[in-house]
T-cell receptor
Framework: KQEVTQIPAALSVPEGENLVLNCSFT??????LQWFRQDPGKGLTSLLL?????REQTSGRLNASLDKSSGRSTLYIAASQPGDSATYLC????????????FGGGTRVLVKP | DTEVTQTPKHLVMGMTNKKSLKCEQH?????MYWYKQKAKKPPELMFV???????INESVPSRFSPECPNSSLLNLHLHALQPEDSALYLC?????????????FGPGTRLTVT
């Protein structure tokens, strides 16, 4: 069964510290992996999409890596700010599941001023 | 512009009511999706439309009825819902039904069934 896991479920850091968010998945046969941000009661904002042939993607302070062989992705957020406080979701498109996003449970992040 | 819009933002309905949720995108995307999200849980896929045809139904109860009148518009018709159907309903779209494209989400409709 294809599953996506995010540990820890919650994380609190002081402002300015770098954030490291983890995502693991059970099947290395994937099309891509997408990181999202969700503010309370709001929709999902796409942060980064990494195709299966890529090792990393960068956008501003965000950098995401992908290691298919070990079934892991890491989202790095440099120099965190209080505005980065949100839930971060990792989602994978497994080849066996067709065009379907399988989500992890999310990591709730609090950046303290 | 990568915007997906959803209306209404909030909806309260009784168990005997009939209502509809609306989703719109003008990015020329040919795949559209409905997701359901319960509090503190990740989104769960309900339906996928590819080129205006229903391609995936994740065994959703028939009290939820999707419709795709054209390539820009996606509706979700609701009838005889239960209180446990209260959730955030999210719409998404992607350029193509191929699994390699990024999905863009709308702000969601917060549904409360009384």
């Amino acid at each position: 069964k294809q599953e996506v896991t995010q540990i820890p479920a919650a994380l609190s850091v002081p402002e300015g510290e770098n954030l490291v968010l983890n995502c693991s998945f059970t099947d290395s046969a994937i099309y891509n992996l997408q990181w999202f941000r969700q503010d309370p009661g709001k929709g999902l904002t796409s942060l980064l999409l990494i195709q299966s042939s890529q090792r990393e993607q960068t956008s501003g302070r965000l950098n995401a890596s992908l290691d298919k062989s070990s079934g892991r992705s890491t989202l790095y957020i440099a120099a965190s700010q209080p505005g980065d406080s949100a839930t971060y979701l990792c989602a994978v498109v497994f080849k066996a599941a067709g065009n379907k996003l399988t989500f992890g449970g999310g990591t709730r992040v609090l950046v303290k001023p | 512009d990568t915007e997906v819009t959803q209306t209404p933002k909030h909806l309260v309905m009784g168990m005997t009511n009939k209502k509809s949720l609306k989703c719109e995108q003008h990015m020329g995307h040919r795949a559209m999706y409905w997701y359901k999200q319960k509090a503190k849980k990740p989104p769960e896929l309900m339906f996928v439309y590819s080129y205006e045809k229903l391609s995936i139904n994740e065994s959703v109860p028939s009290r939820f009825s999707p419709e795709c009148p054209n390539s820009s518009l996606l509706n979700l018709h609701l009838h005889a819902l239960q209180p446990e159907d209260s959730a955030l309903y999210l719409c998404a779209s992607s350029q193509d039904p191929s699994a390699t494209y990024e999905q863009y989400f709308g702000p969601g409709t917060r549904l409360t069934v009384t």
